[in-house]
């Protein structure tokens, strides 16, 4: 005996597998054959492996009602779709040339300063603080655009 408990044993094991199997093989198939054949009988001598398969899932409960899940809206038709239908957005090339060159000043400075540390180490100092004035002018830029005022009566929704 082992400190988890008993071990297994096996004769009991395989006698209460039998007995298990056997009393599965005792079910019957179909309702109509239950109640014509007697228990003691084996309703599935004479069929095949893939009829008893076929036969459990054919005699399953019907289907449960549809649930939340199985619901399917109905197509929009395109004649009543005559609610609110966004701008198209402005081009991508088409924005303040002086705020988008703040912007790549401001992201690309940081990535230039580390490209530099990683693959130049021997950059000239001149060029490490053009490209830390760039970035520092551009973030500049950028804080000084922002608006001053607050409307406080605004709760953020635009039409």
Partial sequence: MTSRGQEPNESTDDAVWQDLV???EQTPTAPEAAASSAPEQNVDAGLSDQDRVRAL???QPGRSPSGPRD??????????DEGYHPPEPPALGTGE???VLAWFGAVGGPIALLLLAMFWRAAPLTM?????AIFLVSVAFLILRLPKTRDHGDNGAEV
Avoid: I, K, Q
């Fill in 128 to 132: 490490m603080l053009g490209v830390l």
């Fill in 57 to 59: 899932f054919e005699n």
């Fill in 97 to 99: 040339p002086l705020l």
């Fill in 22 to 24: 056997a009393r599965l």
């Fill in 71 to 80: 619901y399917t809206p109905e197509e929009p038709d395109d004649d009543e």
